[in-house]
């Protein structure tokens, strides 16, 4: 393991001066290939979450012989405990922009559509004047992009990429069957790349500093910074751009109030882990991923009752599609309050596990494959808390 | 286009199958089973049930053998343990949120979900019980189709099919997680939503969440009524489907065994829908004859092309979706209200019946017949003229709760009158078959000789083509008939609502250059029905569609001109095609709907 510690860093909300776009000035004299070998290079991966390294994906769409391809952001954040993209986007939305319109200039596509979620509404007016600003310097340089906006409806699953094509083709957000995946057949069944705004955001910063720069941070399987949505029982509660690779202990000592039991890594369908793992516990692709929440949880907290609110809160978020996700996730939920209540024996939630385990693996998307994530981890490490 | 082979081993055997294959279907190629709930062969694909998975060699996670297609070097274990106990959960999962009340469900013995909860012997409650008191209240709106929620197990068939083959929409998926559910239109119940009552859903669904509104009971009490008259007809599929229902293959004429079964069960008279398809041959073709005349020699505007009328969720379609093109629907009830109007009119006179005292009940392979016999405009006896519609599946219950042996029975001949018919009228059972029927005779009335077909089959209108369409020119006519000399008679057939539409759509838009339309609601036509044996599939309802013209080969008389109670009702009846009593008691109007 590469030793790392918490090291602040400032890439993200950095250097947005007054010189507009000029990144892609300099981005744009060099052919596709180039600026889809400097991405990979950076070794940068999706910072929504699930980490697929963000240049095999352009170089995929790139490959597909396609007059009309898309790019699309993915700003439906909805994983509870995760507001980063927002501050982008309220605070440097012309670094997501860029990112967006250097994708399109490397797979060859003419449109960018951001699928804003329904709650960021208020961002619209403001975002549009910096997509009439992009389109100025569009037009002026003859980069022939244009950018969209689209706004989802509050659905979590529609920040399932296929579920978010489905929502932007103005159908039932319900995510499609894989493959085809997106780089073949994505927004109107044309190769799409889509990626979370924090990696456009990130694909600007390595276009201006260079991936030799960038990839100095981080570890070999995670390579760069990326920005943390702390929120719990934690004094510094806020958004705050962090080395990829740190011990979760230290994470912990700098933003933890002491009495810390165990973090929510990755959000309601990631990890949590206990205070006795903290030490051995990684913070990148290589241990414990994230799209960015760190929910902190200190021993005043319930566990039983944090779980109770996720399988609540997946209940009424699956799209209802598929058998393993729609009611496993309800008998999830039932199930723990049947033990709680002592209406089945603790060995009941051995039974749970295992269904857990099957919506791992029979689940058609990433929702209901990711249920097991919180329920295990917290199962295993605050049984009793869950059954007396 | 020639396409690639790919290889793959499955459960160890390697096998070769054409780029693009499902696994599911590679699996079947060696005879492996994998069970299936949300897949249908007439729908696209969906991949939501989860039942289907198995397992590839190197990937963490199943996949859907229905929605994955093959790749080259892939090993598939269809049966491995990860596989067994992911499909028992997922089974034990749907049981969990179904209503199981088996021993009482309407659909006992026909379940796919009970088949599966059998094989996999799913019996130990694993999980709580998620069944909400308010989805149990079944939805009776419609006099066609019930639906019950708290069966339904959201494979979404019904959706596809409603969307996919009917172009209609009527059912929807609606709210999300624990509440997401098959519903319609602001929630509304079926009878005042666009819904058709094809009653398609109900042969695709898998489990009783959706069914036929059944009035077996009501037909008993009045069989067992004695101061009841009770005749029966029986539609042209009926007889080429009903054996599907009693353990014969599907493809079986049952004519025979179906009358005598009918005369067993204790109806007065047994009598058949074709002599009334004759009729409405004898009444649509010079219903359109008429408004070809009006067009080519009056030059007044009639509305062309003309349309068929004898589907009623084809009728209710128009009414919702094209109330612009109801002036085309030809007036002509349909057989079954043709024949009830007639029943408690010509045959209660000729009989001396009061037709107070006698009930009318039709055997159709039709949900939305049910719907028909209760509208409004179907009253032109005097009375409700069809009183009670069973479909195909109904009456093979009541067969079989009379214990009858319908294997053993002698075939019987139906009773007279309203009781004779010809190949002609069979054929009203599959795709093309009324426009067949309809040329066979107009040809002949116009020429004096018969269509140019060989053996009277004009194959043009045959087969399972979405939309078909063929021409006749009519040369050398007989005087009376001079204005159509020389004309190219343009012909279109379509079956399944979503066909419907594509023909529709011209139609409106000015593009299509037909005389006269056939539309049959339903895939294949009436042998396709919403009302016949459960399963369907395009091989199934292809073997009953061959019976349905092997009836028709087998049958002395083939034009509908030449059924002779026909030519006995025009010279004591109904005098002429048209004519003032036809005008009161076959034909009808239609009504403009909403879409919602």
Not at chain 1, 350 to 355: G, I, N, P, Y
Request: net charge neutral; glycine share 8%; hydrophobic share 35%.
């Amino acid at each position: 393991m590469e030793n790392k510690t918490l090291k602040k860093i400032d890439l993200i909300f950095a250097g947005y001066t007054s010189t507009k776009y000029k990144v892609l000035e300099k981005t744009f004299q060099k052919t596709p290939d180039e600026i889809i070998n400097e991405v990979l290079d950076s070794g940068l991966k999706g910072r929504g979450g699930a980490g697929f390294p963000t240049g095999l994906k352009w170089k995929f769409t790139k490959n597909q012989e396609s007059d009309v391809k898309y790019v699309v952001c993915n700003a439906d954040e909805g994983e509870p405990g995760t507001f980063k993209d927002r501050e982008i986007l309220e605070r440097v939305p012309r670094k997501v922009f860029s990112g967006m319109a250097i994708c399109g200039r490397a797979i060859g596509a003419k449109e960018g559509y951001l699928y804003l979620r329904g709650e960021y509404t208020y961002l619209v007016p403001s975002l549009l004047k910096e997509i009439e600003i992009f389109e100025e310097y569009s037009k002026q340089y003859n980069y022939g992009f244009k950018i969209f906006i689209r706004l989802g409806s509050g659905a979590y699953i529609c920040g399932e990429e296929s579920a978010l094509f489905e929502s932007m083709e103005g159908k039932r957000g319900e995510p499609r069957n894989k493959p085809p995946y997106p780089t073949v057949s994505g927004y109107n069944s044309k190769p799409t790349v889509i990626n979370n705004v924090e990696t456009f955001a990130t694909v600007q910063v390595i276009c201006k500093i260079g991936a030799q720069e960038y990839k100095k941070l981080g570890t070999t399987d995670s390579r760069g910074s990326k920005l943390f949505s702390v929120s719990g029982d934690t004094p510094i509660a806020g958004i705050h751009e962090l080395e990829l690779g740190m011990p979760l202990q230290e994470f912990v000592d700098e933003f933890g109030d002491g009495d810390t039991k165990a973090v929510q890594v990755g959000g309601a369908s990631g990890h949590c882990v206990p205070r006795k793992q903290f030490n051995q516990t990684v913070i990148g692709f290589e241990g414990i991923p994230t799209g960015g929440s760190m929910m902190v949880f200190n021993s005043s907290r319930s566990m039983y009752n944090v779980l109770h609110d996720y399988l609540e809160f997946f209940t009424e978020e699956s799209c209802g599609q598929c058998t393993p996700c729609r009611v496993g996730c309800q008998q999830l939920l039932k199930g723990i309050e049947a033990v709680k209540r002592g209406e089945r024996p603790p060995s009941y939630l051995e039974d749970l596990k295992r269904l857990a385990q099957t919506m791992k693996i029979a689940a058609k998307c990433g929702l209901g494959q990711s249920v097991a994530n919180p329920f295990n981890s917290i199962i295993d490490n605050f049984r009793e808390e869950i059954i007396y | 286009m020639s396409k690639y082979l790919v290889n793959l081993k499955i459960n160890n055997i390697p096998v070769s199958v054409e780029e693009g294959t499902t696994i599911l279907d590679a699996a079947k190629q060696l005879n492996f089973k994998i069970p299936t709930l949300c897949n249908h062969p007439d729908l696209s694909i969906a991949g939501n049930c989860r039942v289907c998975v198995v397992e590839v060699k190197g990937q963490r996670l199943l996949a859907a053998s229905c929605a994955t297609p093959v790749s080259e070097g892939m090993e598939i274990s269809t049966n491995s343990e990860k596989v067994r106990s992911s499909r028992k959960h997922v089974i034990e999962l749907l049981l969990s949120e179904h209503n199981a009340d088996c021993t009482k469900c309407y659909k006992n013995g026909n379940c796919e979900l009970q088949e599966l909860s059998n094989e996999y012997r799913v019996g130990d409650h694993l999980f709580l019980d998620l069944v909400r008191a308010k989805d149990k209240i079944v939805d009776i709106s419609s006099p066609s189709i019930a639906k019950d929620d708290s069966k339904c197990i959201r494979c979404q068939r019904c959706v596809r099919t409603c969307d996919e083959l009917q172009a209609v929409g009527a059912l929807a998926v609606v709210h999300k997680g624990d509440h997401q559910k098959i519903s319609t239109f602001l929630n509304k119940p079926l009878n005042e939503v666009v819904c058709t009552n094809c009653g398609q859903c109900i042969n695709r669904c898998p489990t009783a969440a959706l069914t036929e509104r059944n009035y077996i009971e009501e037909v008993w009490n009045a069989i067992n009524n004695p101061e009841i008259h009770v005749v029966v007809q029986t539609a042209p599929a009926v007889r080429v489907g009903l054996g599907e229902d009693l353990g014969l293959e599907p493809g079986h004429r049952v004519t025979g065994k179906m009358v005598a079964a009918l005369k067993h069960l204790g109806f007065d008279s047994v009598l058949d829908t074709d002599f009334t398809a004759d009729l409405t041959i004898m009444e649509e073709g010079t219903e359109l004859l008429t408004r070809l005349k009006k067009a080519l020699v009056d030059g007044e505007k009639v509305a062309l092309p003309m349309m068929t009328s004898c589907s009623p969720g084809w009728i209710k379609f128009q009414e919702h979706i094209y109330p612009n093109l109801l002036e085309n629907l030809s007036t002509c009830k349909s057989p079954q209200q043709m024949f009830g109007a007639l029943a408690k009119t010509y045959y209660a006179q000729k009989k001396g019946l009061n037709p107070k005292n006698m009930i009318s009940v039709s055997i159709m392979p039709c949900t939305a017949k049910k719907f028909e016999c209760d509208r409004p405009e179907m009253r032109s006896s005097g009375f409700q003229d069809v009183d009670y519609v069973l479909t195909t599946r109904e009456l093979a219950r009541m067969i079989k709760q009379a214990g009858i042996d319908f294997e053993k029975l002698h075939d019987e001949n139906y009773d007279s009158i309203l009781g004779e018919s010809t190949g002609a009228a069979v054929i009203f059972g599959a795709t093309g078959g009324v426009m067949e029927a309809a040329l066979r005779t107009a040809y002949e009335i116009v020429t004096g000789r018969e269509v140019p077909f060989t053996n009277l089959n004009i194959l043009p209108a045959r087969g399972m083509q979405g939309v078909k369409e063929a021409s006749v020119r009519i040369n050398n006519v007989l005087p009376q008939w001079s204005f159509l000399e020389g004309v190219e008679l343009n012909v279109a057939i379509a079956h399944g609502l979503a066909n419907a539409k594509v023909l529709m759509d011209a139609v409106s838009a000015g593009t299509a250059n037909y005389h006269f339309i056939e539309v049959m609601a339903c895939p294949g036509g009436c042998i396709g029905g919403g009302g016949q044996p459960i399963p369907t599939s395009p091989e199934i309802r292809k073997k009953r569609a061959d019976a349905i013209y092997s009836e028709d080969e087998h049958m002395t008389l083939r034009k509908s001109h030449e059924n002779p109670e026909v030519q006995q009702i025009y010279k004591d009846f109904l005098h002429e095609p048209l004519g003032h009593k036809s005008h009161d008691l076959l034909h009808t109007h239609y009504k403009a709907r909403k879409r919602y």
